[in-house]
């Protein structure tokens, strides 16, 4: 299966959009604690949808959100993790595994850390980095990889952007052979997009000679439209090779 054909570059896949966003985010925040910023996605849920998901991978015994079983707490890396909402959720949800959220825009870091300190000691373990995952290699805090890496939108923001890497690519084609080394053998990537269908969202990560494979996708509400039936958001589960 080839990759989709390319999106048309937009201000949404640049670094100078994302800094001055959360910029603007930052002093709300400074001037009002309850605005917290944008949740991508919120209005189809998105979200909600992706922690249930992971509820039932939890109650089939594939997670695990804390040690009672004897078994380690699962540890989740947050891609493009923007104000940290949805690594703040998780913890709600009673995940008590390592959670890092990373991100290439300094001021969506800076965010995040003064969010998490705004909240209860069980969020002070969460960890934010900067990082750019395209141009740069993982620090300390990779460790052994991840059980679950997440993304939502962040896939969708890098397919905007115009710059091309060493071999003549668009830098979004670069993205999956990426993010596979930051997950452990047997472990997940879970991944929400709103510019890709399920069958595109495939056609870029469970691809010949990939270490990704197809699992299994959050159940969105659909609508049908000139015959064809689809959703306006979908979110994947992949699964790597063991």
Request: hydrophobic share 30%; aromatic share 12%; with cysteine.
């Amino acid at each position: 299966m080839s990759n989709p054909e390319h999106l048309n570059t937009s201000e949404l896949g640049t670094k100078s959009y994302w800094d001055a966003a959360y910029t603007t985010e930052r002093q709300n925040f400074s001037s009002n604690p309850d605005d917290e910023g944008t949740i991508w996605f919120s209005d189809a849920g998105a979200e909600e949808r992706m922690l249930s998901f992971l509820d039932t991978l939890s109650d089939e015994g594939q997670l695990h959100k804390d040690n009672t079983s004897d078994e380690t707490p699962t540890r989740f890396l947050d891609l493009g993790t923007g104000n940290g909402h949805l690594l703040f959720a998780l913890r709600e949800d009673e995940w008590e595994g390592e959670m890092v959220g990373a991100d290439y825009a300094p001021q969506s870091v800076k965010l995040a850390n003064e969010i998490r300190e705004s909240k209860g000691e069980e969020y002070t373990d969460i960890q934010f980095h900067e990082w750019d995952l395209l141009g740069e290699e993982a620090g300390a805090w990779l460790g052994d990889g991840f059980d679950v890496v997440l993304d939502k939108g962040t896939f969708d923001a890098i397919c905007l952007a115009q710059e091309t890497d060493a071999q003549g690519r668009r830098i979004c084609e670069g993205y999956r052979e990426k993010v596979e080394k930051l997950i452990k053998k047997g472990g997940r990537f879970l991944i929400t997009s709103c510019n890709w269908t399920e069958e595109e969202v495939k056609g870029w990560f469970d691809v010949e000679g990939g270490e990704l494979v197809y699992e299994s996708k959050a159940k969105y509400p659909s609508f049908t439209f000139g015959g064809k039936t689809g959703t306006s958001v979908c979110t994947l589960c992949f699964k790597r090779k063991a």
